[in-house]
């Protein structure tokens, strides 16, 4: 058996078999359960931005092509912009400017 970096070639087949796609799959599912739901306590809320759900969207259709690590980045991205929607929710709504704003007449005074 060929040693790579000090350990057996079949030791080291055996470990990477244990890091394939199976648990890429896992964690994935997990990563976008969580932005599931992120959204969805955003939507509860009314706070949800059109970016965030549109993320979801995607992150939902890199699943369905299995592509595991940009699922996962896209869905974390989902969870991100939900959770932003909802702290703004903190903030006090703008208030409109009780004074109307100056006319601009082009420099010129009448």
Same mark, same amino acid.
Request: net charge negative; glycine share 6%.
């Given at each position: %058996?060929?040693?790579?970096?000090? &350990?057996?070639?079949? &030791?080291?087949?055996?470990? @990477?078999?244990?890091?394939?796609?199976?648990?890429?799959?896992?964690? @994935?599912?997990?990563?976008?359960?969580?932005?599931?739901?992120?959204?969805?306590?955003?939507?509860?809320?009314?706070?949800?931005?059109?970016?965030?759900?549109?993320?979801?969207?995607?992150?939902?259709?890199?699943?369905?092509?299995?592509?595991?690590?940009? @699922? %996962?980045?896209?869905?974390?991205?989902?969870?991100?912009?939900?959770? &932003?929607?909802?702290?703004?929710?903190?903030?006090?709504?703008?208030?409109?400017?009780?004074?109307?704003?100056?006319?601009?007449?082009?420099?010129?005074?009448?």
């Amino acid at each position: %058996m060929k040693a790579v970096q000090g &350990l057996p070639l079949a &030791l080291m087949l055996a470990w @990477c078999s244990n890091c394939g796609a199976g648990d890429l799959e896992t964690e @994935c599912e997990e990563v976008l359960s969580q932005a599931e739901l992120a959204v969805a306590r955003a939507r509860s809320r009314e706070a949800l931005w059109t970016t965030a759900a549109g993320a979801l969207r995607e992150a939902r259709r890199l699943r369905r092509e299995r592509v595991w690590a940009d @699922c %996962m980045d896209v869905a974390r991205e989902a969870q991100r912009l939900s959770d &932003l929607g909802l702290q703004q929710l903190d903030y006090p709504p703008e208030r409109e400017s009780l004074s109307p704003a100056p006319a601009n007449n082009g420099g010129f005074s009448q």
